[in-house]
């Protein structure tokens, strides 16, 4: 029926009020009459009546009946022609919220940041070592700075969970790699960048996020301390322009490694950036 659906939405405002985000009135007053309107819609048949003694008597009740069945009957047709309607505008009204609800979370977001950055200082530098089977659990500082980057790292995940669900009703973030791009984001290639080779020191970062999602504080951890992306919480269909930003820096070096001289390798970058 439409890109989003009311589930979309519900999970959208539960994650808003989970996250103690101001839901707009005219949100949950869409919302009580997107319910309204479903529950008329199955409005049940009223249940049959006991048979009386008596043949005149059976005729009232049995008509009785017939009315207040009828009457469930069309209570339901004429809810069926409101549905769409009041499922769309329950919708429309938690996408106008999305985007202050993404932008509450981002304080808390940088707060939490910041924690595990400072949690990384004392951390050892290298990240396979940042495991709960391999620190050191003698050392107090390795210990104290592990368990203030995994209390961190508990609420980021919940955090960008919970903006996952508040997008979702404003579009989905597209696939691969898009848990990264809603909290990180490449810079932008120019035709400079790309003769300089910058890919080769972004899609290490890209690899390195990927080989560590089963280990979340040694990720979190990389990612503060990797200098390449910006950190930084995603509105919504930024995520998808930032994995388009990958894209871009992929096809405009494979035009540079094409290319058979230094000059025609910037007329190539330039096309496929220009594209």
Excluded at 239 to 256: D, K, M, P, S, Y
Aim: proline share 5%.
């Amino acid at each position: 029926m439409y890109g989003t659906s009311v589930a979309d939405a519900e999970r959208a405002v539960r994650a808003a009020e989970r996250r103690k985000l101001p839901v707009p009135a005219e949100v949950y007053e869409a919302r009580r009459l997107q319910t309204a309107v479903f529950d008329a819609g199955r409005t049940p048949d009223p249940e049959r009546p006991a048979l009386p003694a008596t043949a005149v008597e059976a005729a009232a009740v049995i008509r009785q009946h017939a009315e207040a069945l009828r009457l469930a009957d069309v209570t339901r047709r004429a809810a069926d022609l409101f549905h769409e309607e009041a499922d769309q505008r329950f919708v429309s009204t938690a996408q106008a919220a999305v985007p202050k609800w993404v932008a509450g979370l981002d304080k808390e977001f940088k707060t939490l940041v910041g924690v595990v950055a400072k949690a990384a200082a004392r951390l050892p530098e290298d990240v396979s070592l940042i495991d709960p089977k391999r620190i050191n659990w003698n050392d107090p500082a390795i210990t104290t700075a592990y368990a203030r980057a995994e209390g961190a790292v508990v609420q980021l995940e919940q955090l960008v969970s919970d903006r996952a669900s508040i997008s979702a009703v404003a579009g989905s973030d597209g696939g691969r790699d898009n848990t990264l791009f809603s909290v990180a984001a490449l810079p932008e290639p120019t035709v400079q960048s790309v003769m300089d080779q910058g890919w080769q020191d972004l899609h290490p970062v890209i690899a390195q996020w990927r080989d560590l999602h089963q280990q979340p504080v040694a990720r979190w951890v990389y990612l503060v301390r990797q200098q390449a992306l910006t950190l930084g919480l995603a509105t919504p269909g930024q995520v998808r322009e930032r994995a388009g930003c990958v894209h871009l820096w992929r096809e405009a070096t494979h035009a540079r490694s094409a290319a058979q001289t230094l000059r025609g390798a910037r007329d190539l970058v330039t096309q496929a950036l220009s594209a």
